[in-house]
């Protein structure tokens, strides 16, 4: 009868342990339901600062090697290029950025947004400034549209899925400046440090 209890109590409670472990991953898939529900892309009618002449090379203070794990960076005035190997060990070159029609740079004071022309014919942007012996590449995330609601009293002209908005007004320098210094682009997604020549994200 002793030994029919211990049973009786272990497997209740390998059947109470199955029944959280459901829980836990009932709860992690529903988690990652909502943190992928609420990606949300910006897209802008043309590139920003609309009153901002496009930059003729890349921000002066990324030009030159910079290193990341085993990869090597080489930024020049045109172009961003990654050099890396593979898991047979051999060298890979690609461009990750290069100027040109759909990728244009603009400058507003210290800041530097990034546009890149998508296959909807609307644009993306990122933000890329140097604070002291860092350089900040920053996207848009989901808070931003809120701050551009309270900083720009700006708001999407429409969305498409609850995760795409469109912005049709033109942003100029002067709010650009406004919407950074106020807390604007709030998704940090590259560091380059300029003291150790490395890279981080």
Request: hydrophobic share 35%; charged share 25%; with cysteine.
């Amino acid at each position: 009868m002793l030994i029919l209890t211990s049973i009786l109590g272990t497997f209740g409670k390998l059947n109470q342990y199955a029944k959280n472990m459901k829980a836990l991953k009932i709860a992690i898939v529903i988690t990652i339901s909502i943190i992928l529900s609420s990606c949300l892309t910006h897209y802008f009618i043309e590139p920003v600062p609309s009153n901002a002449k496009a930059q003729k090379s890349m921000p002066k203070p990324l030009i030159g090697q910079w290193n990341k794990g085993n990869e090597k960076h080489t930024i020049d005035k045109q172009k961003w290029i990654n050099q890396y190997e593979d898991s047979t060990g051999t060298v890979k070159t690609s461009i990750e950025y290069e100027l040109s029609d759909s990728m244009i740079i603009k400058k507003a004071g210290k800041y530097y947004f990034v546009n890149s022309l998508e296959e909807n014919g609307y644009w993306t942007v990122y933000l890329g400034f140097k604070e002291k012996n860092h350089f900040y590449i920053k996207g848009l995330s989901d808070t931003d549209t809120l701050n551009f609601a309270t900083i720009l009293n700006l708001k999407p002209d429409s969305t498409v899925k609850d995760k795409e908005l469109y912005y049709n007004k033109p942003l100029t320098r002067r709010q650009m400046r406004k919407f950074v210094k106020q807390g604007g682009f709030t998704d940090t997604l590259i560091v380059f440090d300029i003291a150790n020549r490395t890279v981080e994200n």
